[in-house]
């Protein structure tokens, strides 16, 4: 089974510039986080969707990310316009619905490079 | 204070050896606990959860006290595939199922 995908895996861009990030969860699962590692610091929760309804956006920085999941399938982040600061690594995660405990399980992130 | 601390280490043991990783977490409500592996330039996977009667997976022994507010991760006979950043990762109570993570700590295995 094809765990979770990210396009693309390296990002490299100017300042002011707009970079939209991919996800595709694993089939099946609800729900889909988003999250980032900023260099020397820890991995940081950005949102959280359930299908296609954002449940939490407490996480997001400011009002330059976007993130959507039209349809409840793929998610898309979008940073417009890129500043320096935004430069990372940008996790997806998803996990299935249900009570109890459900895995997290993580792409190999995208690797953002704002110059 | 970080919700989740971490000694970054690095820690460089022989193979062999036993180490043991120590993480504290402010939130005295938080109900999960976990530790995650993560490979140089991958992703994070989950290595094993953290219950209060604590929890052993082969050579790995996990350990929760809730009074102190104190996750630990024993290795035993360490291999040098153990080579990794092992990440402390706690549940915050509520509905919301967002994970915060500590910072890492830093293991080799040196043969």
């Known amino acids: 089974e094809a765990g979770v995908t990210q396009f693309p895996s390296h990002s490299v861009i100017e300042k002011g510039q707009t970079v939209t990030l991919r996800c595709d969860p694993i089939?099946?699962?609800?729900?889909l986080y988003w999250y980032r590692r900023v260099m020397g610091k820890e991995i940081k929760f950005l949102l959280h969707f359930v299908k296609e309804s954002k449940q939490d956006e407490s996480g997001m920085p400011n009002n330059r990310f976007l993130a959507e999941r039209t349809g409840g399938t793929y998610s898309t982040l979008k940073v417009q316009p890129a500043e320096l600061e935004d430069s990372g690594v940008y996790f997806c995660?998803?996990?299935?619905?249900?009570?109890?405990?459900?895995?997290?399980?993580f792409g190999p992130g995208t690797r953002l490079t704002v110059l | 204070r970080k919700e989740v601390e971490q000694d970054p280490g690095p820690f460089n043991v022989p193979e062999g050896a036993t180490v043991a990783f120590n993480c504290t977490y402010s939130?005295?409500?938080?109900?999960?606990f976990f530790w995650y592996r993560q490979d140089c330039r991958k992703e994070p996977k989950l290595l094993m959860s953290?219950?209060?009667s604590g929890n052993e997976d082969g050579r790995f022994t996990a350990q929760l006290n809730r009074a102190s507010q104190y996750i630990s991760l024993l290795i035993r006979d360490s291999k040098l595939s153990d080579s990794a950043t092992y990440l402390c990762v706690v549940k915050m109570p509520g509905s919301a199922r967002q994970l915060t993570f500590g910072s890492g700590t830093q293991l080799t295995v040196l043969p």
């Open positions: 953290v219950y209060s």
């Open positions: 939130n005295s409500a938080s109900q999960s």
């Open positions: 089939s099946g699962h609800d729900n």
């Open positions: 995660a998803s996990s299935q619905s249900g009570g109890g405990f459900n895995e997290q399980f």
